[in-house]
């Protein structure tokens, strides 16, 4: 940030100084703010980075409107010389124009993230257990700090009703049973190859004091989240057994330490 903003001052200075038309070029200041935007911001990826020029912009339109109205009400004459607005009155207009602007930007967002704040609370999960994927829409829950006690490893809560078909129906229908310590709802076969991979996770975000839940390592697990993908190696699945979502909207909660 400290490096956009002094280029952005070095180029307002030798605008200033120096007289050459090549300063007020629209060409140049476009690829200027481009430089500006990439060196102030740690950007990822190309959608990110025209998210970004696009506030970069209306910031910059919003406080360079509100302080020409600003002048122009106040009835002050202005000169530009470069580009540069000069004005006996520019301090003023300046100091006014930022609040009208700042007023108006705080608004502004207020409506955008209205609008797409409910974007950024799901994602989509791609599991992959017993060498089969299902895809699952998760809800971010910044609450959600899950860990599996023994290896810390991050949990991720999904319905259990998902992995039908994936994980054998006596496993599924006998989670709170398996919870309890009874296994006699389940062949041996099946003991023999899920009980050493489940694990036992307690919980108390979910509504319950002192829960318990049975947990399952994926062989993988793909994050589809603001357009971004990320594949997490260490993660448990923690097998829920009731609904997380009255309307289906989500059936998995993960943490946005996860993310």
């Not at 209306?58 to 360079?64: A, D, I, P, Q, R």
């Not at 910044?142 to 496993?171: A, Q, R, W, Y």
């Not at 947990?215 to 057994?241: D, M």
């Amino acid at each position: 940030m400290p490096c956009g903003s002094l280029l952005a001052s070095f180029y307002v200075l030798i605008s200033y100084i120096i007289k050459n038309s090549m300063f007020s070029s629209i060409i140049l200041k476009f690829f200027l703010s481009i430089i500006i935007v990439n060196i102030s911001f740690n950007l990822r990826n190309l959608s990110e980075f025209i998210r970004t020029i696009c506030f970069f912009y209306l910031t910059s339109f919003t406080f360079g409107g509100a302080a020409f109205m600003v002048i122009n009400l106040v009835k002050s004459g202005f000169t530009v010389k470069n580009g540069i607005v000069i004005s006996k009155s520019l301090g003023k207009a300046i100091f006014l124009g930022c609040i009208i602007a700042l007023i108006t930007i705080i608004f502004v967002f207020k409506f955008i993230k209205k609008k797409f704040a409910k974007e950024d609370l799901f994602c989509n999960l791609t599991i992959n257990i017993n060498n089969k994927n299902i895809k699952v829409i998760s809800m971010v829950d910044t609450g959600n700090m899950l860990k599996e006690p023994i290896s810390n490893i991050p949990v991720i809560v999904v319905e259990h009703s998902c992995f039908d078909g994936i994980i054998p129906k006596e496993i599924l229908d006998n989670i709170d049973n398996i919870l309890g310590g009874d296994f006699s709802g389940i062949s041996k076969d099946i003991q023999n190859e899920y009980i050493p991979k489940l694990k036992l996770i307690p919980f108390t975000s979910l509504g319950k004091q002192n829960g318990m839940l049975l947990g399952l390592k994926p062989k993988s697990l793909k994050i589809e989240y603001l357009e971004e993908v990320k594949n997490v190696e260490k993660v448990i699945i923690g097998l829920y057994n009731k609904k997380l979502s009255k309307n289906s909207e989500y059936k998995a909660l993960i943490g946005a330490n996860i993310i």
